[in-house]
């Protein structure tokens, strides 16, 4: 089983994912995360990734399609909770794949709902190395352009899940779980 985290920069995904991963005892996996993991490790990999992380663009696909092939395992227990991946719609397509052949199925797409003025707002007061205004700016852009149509995309195929974004960490938890059929 895969459920999908879906928002914007600053959308609040990753701590969301976090909880509900700790509550249901599945995998987190997050691409951003691991992507700032291999770029500490100074190698001409992590030299690579890096540059795209200050630039706020996206890493080539198949890099990133790569870290999840790996970390996506055949098995019946638990389930895996995708944080910033997908990113565009050649990566769903990749998702659909690697899903299948691990004999897992994407079973909802949750959407965290931010307007741009909040998200600008919460990036500018994080301290990350890619939070710099320019690198903000790009990165919403870039979430507009390739990231956004998997909304329409996942709505289509009766997958998505809107959740309000804006609130307490606690109250879009509860939204969060409602919005998987779960009793808060
Ligand atoms: P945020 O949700 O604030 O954008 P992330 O930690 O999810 O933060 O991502 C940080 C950066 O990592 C992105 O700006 C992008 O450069 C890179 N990244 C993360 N996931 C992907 C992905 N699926 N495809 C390409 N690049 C990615």
């Known amino acids: 089983m895969i459920i999908v985290f879906l928002g914007p920069p600053g959308?609040?995904?990753?701590t969301q994912a976090a909880l509900l991963a700790v509550r249901r005892n599945w995998a987190h996996l997050s691409t951003g995360e691991l992507l700032r993991a291999?770029?500490?490790?100074?190698?001409?990999?992590?030299?690579?990734?890096?540059?795209?992380l200050d630039a706020?663009?996206?890493?080539?696909?198949?890099?990133v399609t790569g870290l999840v092939v790996e970390r996506?395992?055949?098995?019946?227990?638990?389930?895996y909770l995708l944080d910033g991946f997908p990113r565009n719609l050649a990566q769903a397509?990749?998702?659909?794949?690697?899903?299948?052949?691990?004999?897992?199925?994407?079973q909802a797409v949750v959407f965290f709902d931010v307007p741009e003025p909040e998200l600008i707002r919460r990036l500018?007061?994080?301290?990350?190395?890619?939070?710099?205004?320019d690198t903000i700016r790009r990165r919403l852009r870039v979430y507009a352009e390739e990231t956004?149509?998997?909304?329409d995309h996942y709505a289509s195929r009766d997958l998505l899940?809107?959740?309000?974004?804006?609130?307490?960490i606690d109250a879009i938890h509860r939204r969060v779980l409602t919005a998987l059929g779960e009793r808060a």
């Not at 706020?56 to 890099?63: I, K, N």
């Not at 500018?124 to 205004?133: F, L, M, Y």
């Open 56 to 63: 706020g663009r996206l890493v080539p696909d198949e890099l």
């Open 11 to 14: 959308s609040g995904k990753g």
């Open 93 to 106: 397509a990749d998702l659909d794949q690697l899903a299948r052949a691990a004999g897992h199925v994407v």
């Open 124 to 133: 500018s007061g994080r301290a990350r190395a890619d939070d710099d205004p």
């Open 161 to 168: 899940r809107r959740v309000e974004g804006r609130g307490e």
């Open 72 to 79: 996506v395992k055949p098995g019946p227990a638990g389930g």
């Open 148 to 151: 956004s149509p998997l909304v």
């Open 38 to 52: 291999a770029r500490t490790g100074g190698t001409p990999l992590g030299q690579k990734v890096a540059q795209y």
